[in-house]
């Protein structure tokens, strides 16, 4: 069970690092997986909106020894008035510096990789929808190129239900807005 927790941690890692860079080899040894501090999410919404094709997503984040929760936020499009899959999403670490973010174009004076947009740190998240109903939140804290914490919470599906009536109806998170994730650090062993 352990064991299949880590597998599904290092998939998560991994489909995110092979979405930014075409190299599948993370998943292969040359990894070590240790806990760290949990992540702290507040004020977590996610619901499709009514009449209309749209979904949002968002959250504050807050980690270990950092007073300033970073904001993430993904919009969607559905066509039944429900939560969708929403691909890795970056969210902006510093508000003065737009280009921060894993992914960007690193235009930050804080970003030493300048011209290599597939490292660097930064915040991301990713909402996927299960085949069961369930969903689960993944968050990525990328350190650096080689290091990365992640954290995911998964959502039961009594925890996102179609409310409202006839063409009011639409798809809510109703679980707590405030809750801790266990997070787990992920190294690439050069
Ligand atoms: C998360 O919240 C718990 C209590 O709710 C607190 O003890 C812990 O320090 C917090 N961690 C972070 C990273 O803010
Ligand atoms: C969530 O984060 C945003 C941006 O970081 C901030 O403006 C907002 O006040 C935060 N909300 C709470 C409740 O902390
Ligand atoms: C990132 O850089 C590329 C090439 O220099 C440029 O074409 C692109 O518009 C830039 N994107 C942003 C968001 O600045
Ligand atoms: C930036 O690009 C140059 C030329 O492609 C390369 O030699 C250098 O290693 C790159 N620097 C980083 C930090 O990726
Ligand atoms: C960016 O850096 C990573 C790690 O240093 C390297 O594997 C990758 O090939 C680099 N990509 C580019 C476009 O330079
Ligand atoms: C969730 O956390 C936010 C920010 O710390 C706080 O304002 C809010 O009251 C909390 N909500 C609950 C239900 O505890």
Redesign the pocket.
């Known amino acids: 069970m352990y064991i299949r927790l880590l597998y599904l941690l290092l998939l998560g890692v991994a489909s995110i690092t092979t979405h930014a860079?075409p190299?599948p080899a993370v998943l292969d040894d040359g990894h070590d997986l240790n806990q760290v501090p949990a992540f702290n999410v507040t004020n977590f919404e996610a619901s499709a909106m009514v009449l209309s094709n749209r979904n949002f997503y968002k959250f504050n984040v807050t980690f270990y020894n950092e007073a300033v929760p970073v904001h993430c936020e993904a919009m969607g499009t559905t066509i039944n008035h429900q939560l969708t899959s929403i691909p890795q999403t970056w969210c902006p670490t510093d508000p003065g510096d737009v280009g921060s973010g894993y992914g960007g174009n690193g235009t930050g004076t804080n970003c030493q990789?300048s011209?290599?947009?597939?490292?660097g740190p930064g915040v991301s998240f990713k909402w996927t929808e299960q085949p069961d109903g369930s969903a689960a939140l993944l968050i990525v804290r990328r350190i650096n190129?080689?290091v990365a914490d992640t954290a995911v919470y998964k959502v039961t599906p009594d925890c996102i239900p179609m409310m409202g009536d006839d063409i009011f109806r639409h798809q809510v998170y109703e679980g707590p807005e405030n809750f801790s994730v266990p997070a787990y650090r992920s190294s690439e062993l050069g």
């Open positions: 860079s190299t990789q011209n290599n947009t597939t490292t190129d080689r």
